[in-house]
């Protein structure tokens, strides 16, 4: 059984690595993408006190549309969440962007630059809301064509936001820093 796990898994390898690997122009392609990776968010303020955040695991996918060869509208959601010294919170960023798309020499390597809008909607545990707030972004990242449909990608992205209030029944209890910096693996796959 094993012999043959193996067996299979080099024949999907090969299969997938003897096509054309090589990025064509984005103009008019259609993609989905999922990822994975670690955020480091901002530290907060409870009351007089500091709250000293954690690296929290972040996770979505999205869509991506080439408007030419080298612009793409692309829109994503992510979901993080993260301890802290007082408590688990957590972001829901829908992410509204355009990326930058270079041609290089490497056919198989596409890097680019992105930049957006962020809706972000945060939430807190032990009864607490914390306010949603909008934010822009900037990203730099590089997708690696495997066939022309299959890009593994990889992405750095900085979120930055205004401050967000902390509440629960007694009122305000401190202010929420939705800044982050992220760095994401995953996987794109066009459909045309």
Same mark, same amino acid.
């Given at each position: 059984?094993?012999?043959?796990?193996?067996?299979?898994?080099? =024949? +999907?390898? %090969?299969? $997938?690595?003897?096509?054309?690997?090589? &990025?064509? #122009?984005?103009?008019?392609? *259609?993609?989905?993408? !999922?990822?994975?990776?670690?955020?480091?968010?901002?530290?907060?303020?409870?009351?007089?006190?500091?709250?000293?955040?954690?690296?929290?695991?972040?996770?979505?996918?999205?869509?991506?549309?080439?408007?030419?060869?080298?612009?793409?509208?692309?829109?994503?959601?992510?979901?993080?969440?993260?301890?802290?010294?007082?408590?688990?919170?957590? =972001? +829901?960023? %829908?992410? $509204?962007?355009?990326?930058?798309?270079? &041609?290089? #020499?490497?056919?198989?390597? *596409?890097?680019?630059? !992105?930049?957006?809008?962020?809706?972000?909607?945060?939430?807190?545990?032990?009864?607490?809301?914390?306010?949603?707030?909008?934010?822009?972004?900037?990203?730099?990242?590089?997708?690696?064509?495997?066939?022309?449909?299959?890009?593994?990608?990889?992405?750095?992205?900085?979120?930055?936001?205004?401050?967000?209030?902390?509440?629960?029944?007694?009122?305000?209890?401190?202010?929420?820093?939705?800044?982050?910096?992220?760095?994401?693996?995953?996987?794109?796959?066009?459909?045309?």
């Amino acid at each position: 059984m094993k012999k043959l796990l193996i067996l299979a898994c080099a =024949t +999907t390898v %090969l299969t $997938l690595t003897t096509g054309l690997a090589m &990025a064509d #122009s984005i103009k008019g392609k *259609v993609g989905v993408t !999922g990822k994975i990776g670690f955020l480091i968010p901002a530290d907060n303020d409870i009351g007089p006190f500091k709250n000293n955040t954690d690296v929290g695991f972040i996770g979505g996918g999205g869509v991506i549309y080439g408007i030419d060869d080298h612009f793409a509208a692309e829109i994503d959601i992510t979901r993080t969440s993260f301890e802290s010294d007082f408590g688990k919170f957590g =972001t +829901t960023n %829908l992410s $509204l962007g355009g990326q930058y798309r270079f &041609a290089i #020499s490497q056919p198989q390597i *596409v890097p680019y630059l !992105g930049a957006g809008l962020d809706i972000l909607m945060n939430d807190a545990d032990q009864g607490r809301d914390v306010d949603s707030t909008v934010g822009a972004h900037g990203a730099a990242g590089v997708d690696y064509f495997i066939t022309k449909r299959l890009a593994l990608t990889t992405e750095l992205k900085i979120v930055v936001a205004a401050d967000s209030d902390i509440t629960s029944a007694g009122g305000k209890v401190g202010n929420f820093n939705p800044n982050s910096f992220s760095t994401t693996f995953g996987a794109r796959y066009f459909f045309n």
